[in-house]
Structures are given as structure tokens and as C-alpha cells.
């Protein structure tokens, strides 16, 4: 027994060119959707890196900082007051700032986000870090993040080559003695880190002591909320205090809602949304104009309007899921050229594919129920 072929597939496949233009549009609108969410997860994930490798429970920032790429300075005093709670096991302080890197084959200078602390502590959880960072205890060494960008000059090709690396950093010569992995954000185009000592030393009209952030690790089986909250209470307002996960909050928040690029984001993805509504709704809208006399022939011979509607649904849905096809496929190629080109963590997530496809569906559905209220002007009598 032959199976029957649904009617609205006869319909979009009756004009080919139609229906490739329709397929087209509809990538188009799902390759901006994939494009400016994933930039967007980008900006948040590529902004908390240096926070989620914080290897302690709380953290201490000055009350006047607003994000990474805006520290304030406070007393490593306020960190080390936090040692009167017995569930404190240690603390670490961290300093953090932007100075320029002098590129070693050009001589042209960049800005450079420079991390300092202490070698003998076990501060952070990035590759390279833990097994390099004793060699920070030499004067003027540095770790050089290998996946700053390529204008800062070919560091970590000739690191890697077995060279001796030296740059200028704040018209300072530096050796590198390692590398890491932590990677470029939107506040940062590179990464260096330091000891303390160094660090001071770089920064040489720095005060000693004045540090960005101030780490605490607490004793297994700490109740972190708690022990956050006692020491919010005896510290003061002048210093914020904050479990890991809310300082990793608190960036993401600065990101989203105290800069324009969070919501540039955003509304491109809504702006693909409205696009891809508008482009399948013309070419329903197209193509029940152009088959009235048909539906009209349809009702006449006892076809209900509800059957009418359900076909027009139908090449709603099929539109959706042949258009999300090819713009996935495009999306995951624009994904791996701008890694390529810009060093940012873009990479297609399920949770972003399934968002799309949904978002794809709604899309489609909803340009359909529009297009249809035409069906409900049909008059049989119209085919006399």
C-alpha cells in the first residue's frame, strides 16, 4: 500500500525556487540567532575565567570595584583580619592591572592584564600555573598566557622552540620562564602573571600591601554562606565580600546589565527572531494568496477551515526544520573562524542548539497563524 505524500509538502515543493528562497531566509535568521547568543555566552564565559580558577571559597573586593577590567585597591590588611575565624585555613592576596607589553620582534606596545601573587601558594586551577609558578621566585620572571593574541608577538612559538624570551613591560625587560592557559576576554587581549615581588616591582609606584582581591579558603566542611556573612558583618561596608560563585555573579551581572554589549547581544538575537518571522510570513502569506481558488475548491467539496489551517501549520513546521539545517551547519563554520580570528571561547553548545530550534519553530508557527487569517476570507463561491 503506497503512502499518501502530506499536502502542504506538495505545496512548498510545487515551486522550488520559492521554497529554496524561504530555506535561505530562514538560515539567514537562525545563523544571526546562533551568532549573537553565542557571542553573548562568549562575553560572559570569557569575563569570569580568572574568577572560576580561584582555588578558595570567599573573596574580597574593594567596595568600589565594579568588574576585572575596573579594580580598586584595598589593604591586605582587611584580608589578614579574616584569620581570627577559626574556620579561615588561609588567605592569599592577589594583585591586578593593566600596564603595556612592548611586542619583542615590532616594539609596539599593547595593553596587558597583569596577575600577582604568591608563587608558594596554591592560588589558581589554570594549566601551566602550578607547575611553572615556582619559577616566578627569580626577580623579573613571568608566566605569559599563551593564548593572548598574536600581536603581543610569537612568545609562546618561541618559548616553545627552547628560546630564551625577554620583552618590556613597563619599560622593564622581563624573562618569560613559562606559559599558561587562560585566554583573551573582552576586557583583556592578554594575560601575564607574576610574583608579588615582581609584580611590585613592575609597578614600582605601587605601595606595597594595596592589593585587588583577597582570597580565603576555608576548612573542609565550612558552611561557606555562614562564615561569608560573619565576616560581611565584621569587616563593613568598605570591603565586599562574597562567596566564589557570587563573585563570579557579580561579573557576569557587570557584563549583562552595566554595559551596552550585553544588550547589543541580545537584541541582535531578537532583532534574527523578527527577521525570520517577517521572511517565512511572506512566503505563507505568498503562498495561500496564490492557491485561494484552490482552498476555496477545497471547502466547497466539504474540506473544514480547521484542515485548511492545519496544512498551513504543516508548512510552517517543515519550513522550520529544513531552514534550521543548513544555519546550524553555517553557524558551527562562523563559530570555528571567529575562534580562530579572535581567540574568544565560541563553541556551539546543545543548550544553544536547542534554544535555536525552538526559537525556529515559534518563529515559523507564529508567521503561520498569521498568514492564515486570509484562509478565513475563502468563500467557496469565489471559484464561481
Known amino acids: 500500500m503506497s503512502r499518501k505524500i502530506p499536502l502542504a509538502w506538495l505545496q512548498l515543493t510545487r515551486e522550488r525556487t520559492r521554497l529554496l528562497v524561504a530555506l535561505a531566509g530562514i538560515a539567514f535568521a537562525n545563523i544571526l540567532m546562533f551568532m549573537q547568543l553565542g557571542f553573548q555566552d562568549s562575553l560572559y564565559y570569557s569575563n569570569v575565567r580568572f574568577h572560576t580558577s580561584l582555588q578558595g571559597d570567599i573573596v574580597l573586593i574593594s567596595n568600589q570595584?565594579?568588574?576585572?577590567?575596573?579594580?580598586?585597591?584595598?589593604?591586605?590588611?582587611?584580608?589578614?583580619q579574616t584569620l581570627d575565624f577559626p574556620e579561615v585555613e588561609a588567605v592569599h592576596p592577589i594583585y591586578l592591572d593593566f600596564t603595556s607589553f612592548k611586542n619583542p620582534e615590532t616594539g609596539h606596545p599593547r595593553t596587558i592584564f597583569v596577575i600577582g601573587f604568591n608563587p608558594q601558594s596554591n592560588v589558581f586551577d589554570i594549566p601551566g600555573v602550578s607547575e611553572n609558578q615556582k619559577k616566578l621566585t627569580l626577580p623579573d620572571t613571568i608566566l605569559y598566557d599563551r593564548a593572548s593574541r598574536l600581536e603581543f608577538g610569537p612568545i609562546a612559538r618561541e618559548f616553545n622552540a627552547g628560546k630564551s624570551v625577554f620583552a618590556e613591560v613597563r619599560l622593564r625587560r622581563i624573562k618569560v620562564a613559562g606559559l599558561f592557559m587562560l585566554g583573551t576576554s573582552f576586557g583583556a587581549d592578554g594575560n601575564m602573571m607574576t610574583s608579588d615581588v615582581n609584580f611590585l616591582r613592575i609597578f614600582n609606584l605601587r605601595q606595597s600591601g594595596l592589593i585587588e582581591v583577597g582570597l580565603?579558603?576555608?576548612?573542609?566542611?565550612?558552611?561557606?554562606?555562614?562564615?561569608?556573612?560573619?565576616?560581611?558583618?565584621?569587616?563593613?561596608?568598605?570591603?565586599?565580600?562574597?562567596?566564589?560563585?557570587?563573585?563570579?555573579?557579580?561579573?557576569?551581572?557587570?557584563?549583562?546589565?552595566?554595559?551596552?554589549?550585553?544588550?547589543?547581544?541580545?537584541?541582535?538575537?531578537?532583532?534574527?527572531?523578527?527577521?525570520?518571522?517577517?521572511?517565512?510570513?511572506?512566503?505563507?502569506?505568498?503562498?495561500?494568496?496564490?492557491?485561494?481558488?484552490?482552498?476555496?475548491?477545497?471547502?466547497?467539496?466539504?474540506?473544514?477551515?480547521?484542515?485548511?489551517?492545519?496544512?498551513?501549520?504543516?508548512?510552517?513546521?517543515?519550513?522550520?526544520?529544513?531552514?534550521?539545517?543548513?544555519?546550524?551547519?553555517?553557524?558551527?563554520?562562523?563559530?570555528?573562524?571567529?575562534?580562530?580570528?579572535?581567540?574568544?571561547?565560541?563553541?556551539?553548545?546543545?543548550?544553544?542548539?536547542?534554544?535555536?530550534?525552538?526559537?525556529?519553530?515559534?518563529?515559523?508557527?507564529?508567521?503561520?497563524?498569521?498568514?492564515?487569517?486570509?484562509?478565513?476570507?475563502?468563500?467557496?463561491?469565489?471559484?464561481?
Open 216 to 384: 580565603i579558603k576555608l576548612k573542609s566542611g565550612t558552611n561557606v554562606q555562614a562564615v561569608a556573612e560573619n565576616i560581611r558583618k565584621y569587616l563593613g561596608s568598605d570591603i565586599r565580600v562574597m562567596t566564589k560563585q557570587e563573585y563570579i555573579d557579580f561579573e557576569r551581572n557587570f557584563w549583562a546589565n552595566n554595559t551596552a554589549i550585553g544588550f547589543i547581544f541580545t537584541l541582535g538575537a531578537i532583532m534574527g527572531f523578527i527577521v525570520g518571522t517577517v521572511i517565512v510570513y511572506q512566503i505563507l502569506y505568498t503562498e495561500v494568496a496564490d492557491h485561494l481558488s484552490e482552498y476555496a475548491t477545497l471547502k466547497a467539496i466539504g474540506y473544514s477551515h480547521k484542515y485548511l489551517l492545519n496544512v498551513i501549520l504543516q508548512e510552517a513546521l517543515i519550513l522550520a526544520f529544513l531552514g534550521y539545517i543548513p544555519g546550524f551547519a553555517f553557524a558551527i563554520f562562523l563559530y570555528q573562524k571567529t575562534r580562530d580570528a579572535t581567540l574568544l571561547p565560541i563553541f556551539m553548545t546543545v543548550d544553544r542548539s536547542i534554544i535555536v530550534l525552538i526559537l525556529t519553530v515559534v518563529m515559523c508557527f507564529f508567521s503561520g497563524v498569521i498568514a492564515v487569517r486570509k484562509l478565513r476570507a475563502v468563500d467557496p463561491a469565489d471559484i464561481f
Open 65 to 80: 570595584s565594579s568588574s576585572l577590567i575596573s579594580m580598586k585597591s584595598f589593604s591586605q590588611r582587611r584580608l589578614f
